[in-house]
């Protein structure tokens, strides 16, 4: 396995490391915030509100903004040196400030029609609408708060340090947690104080990740402008890349849209079972896809395509090597996960069953959210943010269609298989597209697909023969993935062989 792999695999178990721990927080408040909200108007309301200013965020920032501002501010650094390049970050702030408080006022402004916009079911539920429309105005500056943050990732993995951006979302998440002890202490509107700890979260997010950029000689004190040419570079790079985030963010605006003509908690069921999903595929999934792009991105400039296409098929099955046993997990233990998690206060028995079904819809579509971001990296390497973003476009149609067929009969499970069958048309189309630029297979399952493929379906079984039991199944998840990684080490499957290794060595030097 080359270099680049290794390096992939090593910095995608140290964010991944830093995202378990955020993942932990995150279950933790979940379970508080099913307590104190369970899944009736005050909890539609805070999931919508809060849901706003994390898609702006995503078509800001993460969808856009860090894929765009990585790649220039690092050639800026070998062009100019990094006292010069410094103004670049400057200059994009400025930008994203005037920008992003426009449009946060503009939605404070205009709360009433965007709630209505996103949200049309609810307006024949006058309570539910007006508390939506509070919650909105009240987090909606916390999209200001986390781009910045995520500009600052752009400075810090452009050095090649992932720990301090990955760490962020674990100071909101203790910050929400000791919001919601508050309200339950002191008796206040549970809803109203959790949007009030978002908002104060997201400037403990913003503050934790300068001192780390100090180290590498960043102050934002210093020259920058309104023309600053890498600022202009980045955002003729961002316009493809943002209107592919816009579709997606599209997508999530339309399923909650639909949601929303569906009985209430609906959206709550989808949020706390896409929750669950999102452990696994932001421990290690989503790390793949952030960590490969450099080195993607220099094979690919030095017009190594050989090597290129042996990174990202060492990617892929890496990133499946994680996310197939993952998936097997959640689909088998989905009610004594949702039970154990979430199963208690006002989330009764009707919760429980309606998330499980929601969890299971979504692991099958697991494998193919991990694999789209690897994906995403090799186009972006290569240059191409318009296929990505057509990609998208056609996905949103699939899952409309697919959506508003099976949501008659299945209700929010249908949104949520839709969204699992439009992610696995996704890799397909970005699949067939890669092998004609690429002039040949990009992906070549190998060895250790079929084994994984194998060895998940026996954890699978495993898990549900104890299902009855919820917290005796859960229990027994670390005991199935040391199997798991026991089996594939026997077998010489070289991935887990590699990451075995490297949590030896990284345990060794403590």
């Not at 369970?38 to 706003?52: H, Q």
């Not at 452009?158 to 002191?186: C, D, M, Q, R």
Request: aromatic letters at 10%.
């Amino acid at each position: 396995m080359s270099q680049h792999v290794r390096q992939i695999a090593k910095d995608a178990s140290i964010v991944g490391g830093a995202t378990l721990l955020s993942r932990i927080l995150g279950f933790f408040r979940d379970m508080i915030l099913a307590y104190v909200l369970g899944a009736g108007i005050s909890a539609d309301a805070f999931y919508v509100a809060y849901r706003l200013p994390n898609m702006m965020r995503r078509l800001f920032a993460e969808g856009s903004m860090t894929m765009a501002f990585v790649p220039v501010f690092s050639r800026l650094r070998e062009e100019v040196g990094d006292e010069k390049a410094f103004a670049m970050p400057r200059s994009a702030m400025v930008w994203l400030l005037i920008i992003l408080g426009v449009l946060t006022t503009l939605a404070i402004v205009f709360a009433r029609p965007l709630t209505k916009l996103i949200t049309p079911g609810f307006v024949d539920n006058p309570a539910l609408f007006e508390l939506t429309v509070e919650l909105t105005r009240i987090v909606f500056p916390y999209i200001i708060e986390i781009s910045a943050v995520a500009l600052c990732m752009g400075v810090l993995n452009s050095y090649g340090h992932f720990l301090a951006p990955a760490l962020a979302t674990s100071e909101l998440n203790t910050i929400i947690i000791l919001g919601a002890g508050v309200a339950w202490l002191f008796d206040l509107d549970v809803a109203h104080t959790l949007a009030w700890s978002v908002v104060i979260g997201g400037l403990g997010q913003v503050f934790m990740q300068q001192p780390q950029m100090k180290k590498f000689g960043f102050s934002w004190r210093g020259p920058w402008s309104f023309r600053d040419k890498g600022v202009a570079r980045m955002g003729l790079l961002m316009l493809p890349t943002a209107f592919g985030a816009a579709v997606y963010q599209f997508n999530i605006v339309i399923g909650t849209l639909l949601a929303s003509y569906l009985p209430t908690g609906s959206i709550s069921y989808l949020y706390y079972a896409d929750r669950l999903v999102q452990f696994p595929l932001g421990v290690f999934g989503v790390a793949v896809g952030t960590v490969a792009l450099p080195g993607l991105s220099k094979l690919a400039s030095a017009g190594k395509l050989e090597e290129f296409t042996a990174t990202l098929n060492a990617s892929l099955r890496l990133t499946l090597f994680i996310c197939l046993p993952a998936a097997a997990g959640l689909i088998a233990l989905a009610d004594p996960m949702v039970r154990v998690l979430f199963g208690r206060g006002a989330f009764g028995e009707h919760a429980i069953a309606a998330t499980a079904g929601a969890l299971v819809a979504y692991g099958v579509g697991l494998p193919a959210f991990a694999c789209v971001r690897p994906l995403y990296s090799a186009y972006f390497a290569l240059s191409d943010t318009r296929t990505p973003a057509v990609t998208a476009a056609i996905c949103l149609v699939v899952y409309v269609m697919a959506g508003l067929a099976l949501m008659g009969s299945t209700g929010h499970v249908g949104l949520a298989l839709a969204t699992s069958i439009s992610s696995w048309v996704n890799v397909a189309v970005l699949g067939v597209v890669l092998r004609r630029k690429l002039g040949g297979a990009w992906f070549r399952p190998g060895r250790t697909t079929l084994l994984g493929t194998v060895l998940s379906v026996g954890v699978g079984f495993g898990a549900y023969a104890t299902a009855d039991k919820p917290v005796l199944s859960l229990l027994l998840i670390a005991g199935w993935a040391m199997a798991y990684m026991g089996v594939a080490s026997a077998l010489r499957v070289e991935e887990a062989r590699m990451l075995t290794d490297f949590v030896r060595r990284r345990l060794g030097r403590k």
